[in-house]
């Protein structure tokens, strides 16, 4: 009953349930519902804490309510699912608090950050390729212009981080077969819901009697409808 009441903007709405269990007819139970509706709130502000390097664009681009709106429990549950499938937060508190209006809320978004970056080394050996290694580097929180300001910067989470971007560079060589590639993906080119992505990589092996290369890259674009 609250989750409905909560569709229409009455954040406040209270259900007290009761139960009386009457002496006849035998096993039966009556119930009351108690319901104090109080008044639509309206959304005043949505704020953000605990993106210590996340930017708030990347939270907030995927909430689908807005300040103004009528406070929808549905609304706010959705856009909790999409910034958890971000997979960039490892905690996710939503607190709905007073606003400074006569009958409006705050939502408060708490988040706690998950790792984002990982880097990949290794070595092997088969016998079809000899040996072989593997350097890779992998950020699903990237962020292209937010470059390092100095030396120090590049060992700490906060350059290349945060703004919701893709970033894969990897470099396999070996023996007889070699390989590097990097992929990007921007999910909001533009700041809308249009997706670019870009890879190129290359492929070299020694056969016995020649070596082979090859390359090759590719564009894609993806617009997220509503």
Known sequence: IRTLYGKFGYIDCNVDIRTHFPAQPAGTVDITYDISEGKPSYLERVIVSGNVKTRDKVIRREMTISPGDLMDYGAIKTSMDRIGSSRYFQKLEPEVEPGLKANTKNLHIKVEEAPTGDI????????????????????????ISKTPSSF????????????????????QPGITTSQKGIQFTEPYLFNKPLELSARYSTFERKWLDYNE???????????RFP
């Open 120 to 143: 990949r080394v290794g070595g092997g050996y088969s016998s079809n390729s000899g040996f072989g290694g593997i350097l890779e580097f992998s950020q699903n929180n990237f962020d």
């Open 213 to 223: 290369a090859r390359d090759g890259g590719s564009f894609s674009f993806a617009y």
């Open 152 to 171: 120090s910067d590049f060992f700490t989470s906060h350059s290349f981080a945060g703004g919701g971007q893709y970033m894969r560079i990897y470099w």
